[in-house]
């Protein structure tokens, strides 16, 4: 009974959905206030979520009925399960097993992989370039993300997100290692597509990318799986960087401070393109995740 | 696959352009290897309704040829047909004609830099560009009355003149602009993000643009000196000369500071207009009819050249009006450049040289097999239009 | 080269009100100049009808009753209006104005947009002449 219920409605399921969509409108409220201008109101995202859902889908020619439909639903339950695995709200992870952390990121990996072959999967021309883009970037952020996130794991002697999470909360691993923190931060922030790393649904270039064809239930499952990758995506970074676990309030205060800082960058910089983007992860964020490990060997 | 081309349609209906015109970029990759351009999507036969209506009516239809640059299409019109019927305007009302034309120019290019920052993903510039903008439009509606189509000219003058209060607003207003302008001069050149969506990117030589014929902004970009203000004073521009201001680098950032540093001058005439404003009338008298003839008037619109060709035939009515706008010319050259860049400059790109399709897309000819050329009533051609959407729909 | 050129301009918006104005709500002075409805004040009208020859929308028509007791009435099609100010700008007499406060013009009824100025009875006078003949109203365009 307890699993079911940690399951569907805390702190799994429903509450990490209502989590993402509460997530999603500080964001855009975040954003407009840093633009100077009114944002959405509190209910926005839930009234986009009920609109989109209640919308009728139409399939476009050509397509694979079976993924048309299937990908977002495979997109929100991949980004789901890996909320399982993560300290929501500062509670201890759901479900917890050796290895998890790896996992976790490429549950969180499968939801972009998702999107992608949702684009190619139409015959649309927005759609494909967007894809193309979607997973040109995937492999350009992933393997610093993944690396600078594997800086915490190290200095725990762990890949189990909760052992890692013990470990950061006496220690501030912030402090001992910020350029694993800024890359962790940064690859979150292409992970999620968010400006200036948003070439791949660059409205001006190619509409909506990979998401062009989706009008009604897939757009909003996808736009769903989005918001939850972003509250487990600053969930794992809140809870490896800043002092772990901690209680509810004070983790969720530290989420929020993240979320700031991660609005206030989109506000800040002009679209990267997209041989930019490459450009940026591979020369850079690989430089200073690699320098930041040289530093932890040299540390030790 | 370099046989089977990859074609990006880009309007009419994108987000990228709000407004219609078609593009074709062909890919390879991300990277373009052909450009077409379709046009007419806007088209809606002012020229010719122009014939059917006289010399006053179409004063306010031509104002109404485009939203941003509505003020200068007048303008160029009044001092043709004023040149036409020999009226002499007296001298204040030719500077308020100026000072309202340097004021929609610093509107029209700070919205233009709003475009082109949300071209490049930059949605905060945008909002910023566009909040200081507002500054100006209410100065333009204390002076007017109406922020968009001021409605300022009238055949022979201006309908509105500018008192001492009304000087203080507007030197106020200009004041927070150039503020403002210059933080954004220094954004774009400094901003590192920015700076690498915009530098070196669509390069015009100096003698390519002169081969293309670049027009305004663009052409000074590529340090092409073209400015109507100053090769041939208009109105009151010899009372109250500009500087053209010259970039050498072509690319588009420098079509971003020419236009940014233009804004100065702007100010800087409108300053000098409020101080020394000619006293005097502000209209002359202008008869119903106008005699026969023939005229060209040419003025400097903040997109460029704006030309005015009209032709009198001793009526109240216009037996032709012609008119080419900037768009046209920058256009094309642009489609040319747009080869070997990446998709991703193309929004830039065509931001670039501010395209105005409303203002582009005018006139046409109908041609008929049978007859060589016939020419309609304006009735017949909405009657045509009328027709041709019906059996569209 | 600076990083964030923008970082102090971004941090103290987070902090001011945002500029938004709520329109409805949130109301600026008129300004003196607006053009709003065309307002017709017959008093000294002549009958000229300069400002309806050059009115480029054919917004207004002056339906005389009466020549040489100068009664006319003057029907005004809001809907058709550009708010240009030529008629005002013909009218040698100072009979026609653009209000500036009255401006919100929308309405939901079709009727609102047709408006008759004039005294009371030639208004009615005027209204049934109109309903009695089948004159087309000018053509749109
Ligand atoms: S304001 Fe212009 S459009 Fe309106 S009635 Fe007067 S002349 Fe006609
Ligand atoms: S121009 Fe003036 S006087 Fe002449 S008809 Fe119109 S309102 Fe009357």
């Known amino acids: 009974m307890q699993a079911v219920i940690a399951l569907l409605i805390f702190p799994g399921g429903l509450c990490v959905l209502l989590l993402g969509l509460a997530y999603e409108w500080l964001d855009r409220k975040l954003m407009a206030q840093m633009q100077n201008r009114v944002g959405p109101r509190w209910y926005q995202p839930v009234a986009d979520l009920v609109k989109l859902l209640a919308k009728q889908e139409t399939m476009p020619n050509g397509v694979n009925p079976l993924l048309f439909i299937g990908l977002p639903l495979v997109g929100l339950a991949s980004v789901l399960t890996a909320a399982l695995y993560v300290p929501l709200v500062g509670l201890a992870p759901s479900y917890s097993f050796r290895g998890d952390l790896i996992v976790t990121i490429y549950l969180l990996g499968l939801l972009t992989f998702c999107m992608s072959l949702a684009g190619s999967n139409t015959l649309d021309r927005f759609s494909l370039m967007g894809a193309l883009r979607a997973l040109t970037q995937l492999f350009s952020y992933e393997v610093p993300f993944l690396l600078a996130l594997l800086g915490p794991a190290l200095a725990a002697g762990s890949w189990q997100i909760a052992e890692i999470s013990a470990y950061a909360e006496t220690h501030w691993l912030i402090l001992t290692q910020p350029l694993g923190f800024v890359v962790a931060l940064i690859g979150l922030m292409g992970k999620l597509e968010l400006s200036p790393f948003d070439a791949p649904e660059a409205e001006t270039e190619i509409v909506a990318g990979a998401l062009t064809e989706y009008s009604g239930r897939g757009l909003a499952l996808f736009h769903l799986s989005r918001d939850v990758a972003l509250v487990v995506g600053l969930t794992l970074v809140a809870a490896f960087y800043l002092g772990g676990m901690a209680n509810p309030l004070w983790f969720f205060g530290k989420t929020l401070l993240l979320l700031l800082v991660v609005s206030g960058l989109q506000a800040l910089f002009a679209r990267l393109r997209i041989d930019q983007t490459v450009g940026l992860w591979w020369r850079y964020g690989m430089l200073l995740v690699l320098l930041q490990w040289l530093l932890m060997i040299v540390w030790r | ?270 300053r000098t207009i409020l101080d020394k404003l000619p006293t005097g009338e502000i209209k002359g008298r202008m008869p119903k009819k106008v005699r026969e003839g023939e005229t060209v008037s040419r003025v400097e619109a903040p997109r460029g050249e704006l030309f005015y060709f009209i032709k009198s035939n001793g009526t109240d009515k216009a037996e032709r009006v012609k008119v080419r706008t900037p768009t046209l010319c920058n256009l094309a050259p642009m489609m040319t450049l747009a080869i070997g860049h990446q998709l991703a400059d193309m929004p830039m790109l065509l931001a670039g040289v501010d395209p105005c399709f409303s203002c582009n897309d005018r006139s046409i000819v109908v041609r008929n097999a049978q007859e060589a050329e016939t020419r309609w009533t304006w009735e017949q051609l909405r009657r045509y239009g009328i027709e041709v959407y019906k059996c569209k729909r | 080269m600076k990083i964030t050129t923008m970082l102090g301009d971004v941090l103290r918006s987070l902090l001011r009100p945002n500029s938004t104005q709520q329109y409805p709500a949130e109301r600026q002075p008129d300004p003196e100049r607006l053009r709003g409805k065309l307002v017709w004040n017959g008093e000294k009208c002549t009958g000229c009808a300069l400002c309806v020859k050059e009115c480029p929308a054919l917004a207004i028509e002056l339906i005389t009753l009466d020549k040489a007791a100068k009664r006319f009435v003057m029907r005004y099609h809001i809907y058709r209006c550009t708010f240009c100010a030529q008629c005002v700008e013909n009218c040698r007499f100072g009979c026609l104005q653009m209000s500036n406060t009255d401006w919100e013009l929308a309405a939901a009824d079709k009727s609102a947009f047709t408006v008759y100025y004039g005294k009371e009875h030639d208004i009615e006078m005027a209204r049934s002449a109109q309903a009695a003949s089948t004159k087309p109203e000018p053509a749109e365009g």
């Open chain 2, 1 to 270: 696959m370099p046989s089977e081309r990859f074609v990006i349609p880009i309007g009419p209906q994108h987000p990228a352009l709000k407004e219609p015109g078609h593009f074709e970029f062909s890919v390879e990759g991300e990277r373009v290897t052909g450009a077409t351009v379709r046009l007419g999507y806007a088209h809606r036969g002012i020229e010719k309704a122009c014939e059917e209506r006289n010399w006053v009516q179409s004063l306010y239809l031509l104002e109404r040829i485009c939203g941003i640059c509505s003020h200068i299409h007048t303008t160029a019109y009044c001092l043709g047909v004023e040149r036409l019927a020999g009226v002499e305007v007296p001298p204040r009302a030719q500077a308020i004609r100026v000072l309202i034309a340097e004021l929609e120019r610093v509107h029209s290019h700070l919205l233009w830099l709003g475009v082109a920052a949300h071209e490049a993903g930059f949605d905060t510039l945008f909002m910023y560009s566009w909040r200081d903008r507002e500054t100006v439009m209410d100065v333009l509606e204390g002076l007017t009355g109406n922020r968009v189509n001021y409605s300022a000219n009238v055949l022979g003058g201006v309908k509105y003149d500018l008192d001492e209060a009304r000087a203080e607003t507007i030197r106020k207003g200009v004041d927070y602009l150039e503020a403002r302008t210059y933080y954004y001069l220094e954004l774009v050149v400094h901003d590192p993000v920015f700076v690498q969506r915009t530098r070196g990117i669509g390069t015009v030589t100096r003698e390519q643009a002169e081969w293309l014929g670049l027009v305004g902004p663009a052409a000074r970009a590529s340090n092409v000196a073209r400015d109507l203000r100053v090769e041939s004073p208009y109105a009151a521009y010899d009372l109250f000369p500009v500087q053209m201001v010259l970039e050498t680098a072509g690319d588009l950032e420098a079509r971003v500071s020419v236009r940014l540093k233009e804004l100065f001058e702007s100010y800087r005439v409108i």
